[in-house]
């Protein structure tokens, strides 16, 4: 058996038996997607499965995001969990008839582990010690609306479309955090495999997240992405910024306190496999659900 497929068989084997374990753990299994995750998830990076609907501000896109993360197992102390991951992140148009059709979509699934620890420290203005631990596989995939009026597919990219986008990673990232909602984090993430490959395999994270008067919060999110400069057989050369900043509310006020209503301004290299070697900016307005 080649290596790339032993461990893919071994990824897929860990979220099966991470299933099915989880029913006969003697500790609390969680299935209800409503409990929450051990590890909160972080507000502002827009690569964190969730639910949400966002429109661009200044051109036609609206970016439409349909996935979780819920834990399956909880150790009795609620220091130590074991998750799952899944998540499609979509990149729609408009079109007349109130169409939305599909330019391209990621898809996400993996599994995690969390810990956290409650910490004393007069010198530090948090009281809790956190740290969640993913391997992931994601893909990406040009859909109908990339596609021409005669339904050729449209070829503006430094690859003959349709290509193959895959990555399998590994992500720490581990996180001081406040009884008031606020928060701190730091992350690092290893890519162990791709398609295209002669990418990068290191890329950093870094964020906060601050509570503020009448629940709402500001957030940011910056990662430091290898950049892909093309070429024949493709090459990394260098690294770029890539910020999301995000302010919102929750809708608390209405009794919805899983709902938020957030503005994002986004820039750098796009979150979208087929776009990966692509710089943006842009801002939205939406809607993100907490499940």
């Not at 503005?263 to 943006?280: A, C, L, Q, T, V």
Request: aromatic fraction near 12%; avoid cysteine; charge should be negative.
């Amino acid at each position: 058996m080649k290596p790339r497929s032993f461990l893919r068989n071994i990824f897929i084997l860990g979220i099966a038996l991470s299933a099915l374990t989880s029913g006969t753990a003697s500790a609390e299994p969680l299935l209800n997607p409503t409990i929450n995750t051990l590890f909160k998830p972080l507000l502002a990076d827009p690569s964190e499965p969730r639910i949400a609907v966002m429109p661009k501000i200044s051109e036609d896109g609206l970016q439409l995001d349909i996935g979780t993360s819920a834990d399956i197992y909880q150790n009795e102390e609620k220091t130590f969990a074991v998750g799952v991951d899944f998540g499609t992140f979509s990149l729609l148009g408009t079109s007349d008839n109130f169409k939305f059709p599909v330019d391209t979509i990621d898809y996400l699934f993996g599994i995690n582990a969390t810990w956290k620890t409650t910490i004393d420290s007069g010198s530090l203005p948090f009281d809790e010690l956190s740290a969640r631990l993913r391997l992931s596989h994601i893909s990406a995939h040009f859909q109908d609306g990339h596609t021409d009026e005669d339904g050729n597919w449209i070829q503006d990219g430094p690859f003959d479309i349709p290509f193959t986008y895959s990555r399998e990673f590994i992500n720490l990232t581990v996180a001081l955090s406040s009884s008031e909602n606020n928060r701190v984090y730091a992350g690092y993430q290893y890519l162990w495999h791709s398609i295209p490959d002669d990418i990068g395999s290191h890329s950093f994270q870094a964020g906060a997240e601050i509570s503020t008067p009448y629940n709402t919060y500001l957030a940011a999110d910056f990662k430091l992405l290898p950049v892909w400069k093309g070429g024949e057989d493709g090459e990394t050369d260098g690294y770029r910024g890539t910020w999301n900043l995000q302010a919102g509310m929750r809708l608390t006020a209405l009794g919805l306190d899983r709902v938020r209503i957030a503005y994002n301004y986004f820039s750098g290299m796009s979150r979208h496999g087929m776009y990966f070697y692509k710089p943006e900016s842009f801002s939205t307005v939406g809607m993100i659900v907490d499940l």
